[in-house]
Structures are given as structure tokens and as C-alpha cells.
């Protein structure tokens, strides 16, 4: 069975500062994928970044990187340059399969404040 | 990209009724999913479809719940005879199959509040 924690229901931050938002997951799969998705006040679910299993390099995608450690089973995800636009829920999702994202399992998510 | 829509953004209804909420995915998305969010969890995956083909279900899918996607285009989930369990956002997502990194596009959701 897969299981995502994230054990940081919310995360303040100060604008201009990066913040890391912890995400650890549990599954005896080789292949997997990991993801990060926001979710602002209007509901709908944004794609952040994608990690593959097999990925040797941390992967970004503009103010976002996602620190990989495989043997720890941890793939939290760094905002670098908070703005107060990130301030939303943030969810760590798992695809059972590192070429598609069938069934993705999420964790609970944690809200990240951005202060002016 | 228009984006995914979702139809209604709200509904309530009294327990035992039957709803019905539509989505419109992204035009050249052959895949679309549902997934269920309640308060203070992340969305949990209910079903999936390539085309027109329902190619999986979640155990959280009961009897009560169907959903169809004919012509491989939009998307209907109905709940039959509903119950105060069932409210609910319920998420609908759509992507374009065969990519290493398939990304997920969600709509903004309905609201669903079983009274």
C-alpha cells in the first residue's frame, strides 16, 4: 500500500524567503512518480513539479525544486523567493507508475502563509 | 488550453436525492479523472477514463455512484440516492496519456452538501 505524510499541517513564511514543505511516502513499488500540487482558496488542484523514481537529478521548474532523497523516502518541495500569490494548500501526491499519473495518492497537504 | 470546467460549482440537496455534476476536460485530453476531497484532506481518487473506456475504479466507488464519459468527450458522476457522507468537493481532471511526466489538470470542483 502507498502512504504520503506530510506532518506539517501549516508553514509560515515571510516574503522574499524560501521555505521547504516536507513530504515523506511509503510504497515497496521500484517505479513510482511524485508530485507536488497547490491548491489556492479557488479550489482547483495547480501541477507544481514531477519527480520519477528513476530521476538521478532533483528536478525545478522555475521557483521550484523538489529535494529527491530516495533512500529516505523524502521528496520535499523548496520555494525559493516566497510571493504572497504561493500563500495556498500544498499537496505531495504518489503515481503508482513513474510513466503516467493514474491514481494518484495524496497526502493531507499543508497550508503555507506568505507575510508581507 | 480553456482549461477543465466543472458544472455546478455548487449543489445542495436533501438526503436521498439523486445529483448529477458534469465536466468538460481539455479538448485534446484523452484521459479524465474523478477524484473527492473532503474538508481537511487531499483529494482521493475515484475513477478513470481513456476515451470513452472506464479503465478503473476505486473501492471508494459504491453502487450508488456511476459515472459515463460518452463519445470520449465530457464526463458525467451521478450519486444516487444520496447520504450526508457524500458531501464533498468532487474534482474532475483531464491529460493527455503517454507522457513520462503526465500531468494532471484539475477544475475548480463542485461542491456537493447532502442536507
Known amino acids: 500500500a502507498q502512504k504520503i505524510t506530510q506532518t506539517q499541517p501549516g508553514m509560515f513564511v515571510q516574503e522574499k524567503e524560501a521555505v521547504t514543505l516536507d513530504c515523506t511516502y511509503d510504497?515497496?513499488?521500484?517505479?513510482?512518480?511524485l508530485f507536488w500540487y497547490k491548491q489556492p482558496s479557488s479550489g482547483e488542484m495547480i501541477f507544481l513539479i514531477y519527480?520519477?523514481?528513476?530521476?538521478?537529478q532533483n528536478a525545478t521548474e522555475g521557483r521550484y525544486s523538489l529535494n529527491f532523497q530516495k533512500a529516505r523516502k523524502s521528496a520535499n518541495l523548496v520555494i525559493s523567493a516566497s510571493q504572497l500569490g504561493d500563500s495556498a494548500m500544498y499537496f505531495c501526491?504518489?503515481?503508482?507508475?513513474?510513466?503516467?499519473?493514474?491514481?494518484?495518492?495524496f497526502g493531507t497537504g499543508t497550508r503555507l502563509t506568505v507575510i508581507p | 488550453d480553456t482549461g477543465v470546467s466543472q458544472d455546478p460549482r455548487h449543489k445542495i440537496t436533501k438526503r436521498g436525492q439523486n445529483v448529477t455534476f458534469r465536466c468538460d476536460p481539455i479538448?485534446?485530453?484523452?484521459?479524465l479523472y474523478w477524484y473527492r476531497q473532503t474538508l481537511g484532506q487531499g483529494p482521493e481518487f475515484l475513477t478513470y477514463?481513456?476515451?470513452?473506456?472506464?479503465?478503473?475504479k476505486s473501492r471508494l466507488l459504491s453502487d450508488r455512484f456511476s459515472a459515463e464519459r460518452p463519445k470520449g468527450s465530457f464526463s458525467t458522476l451521478e450519486i444516487q440516492r444520496t447520504e450526508q457522507g457524500d458531501s464533498a468537493m468532487y474534482l474532475c481532471?483531464?491529460?493527455?496519456?503517454?507522457?513520462?511526466?503526465?500531468?494532471?489538470?484539475f477544475g475548480s470542483g463542485t461542491q456537493l452538501s447532502v442536507l
Open positions: 510504497t515497496s513499488d521500484q517505479s513510482y512518480g
Open positions: 477514463f481513456q476515451n470513452e473506456a472506464q479503465l478503473e
Open positions: 519527480q520519477g523514481s528513476y530521476d538521478e
Open positions: 481532471a483531464s491529460s493527455r496519456s503517454g507522457l513520462s511526466n503526465e500531468k494532471l489538470f
Open positions: 479538448s485534446e485530453h484523452n484521459r
Open positions: 501526491a504518489m503515481s503508482p507508475d513513474q510513466t503516467g499519473a493514474n491514481n494518484l495518492f
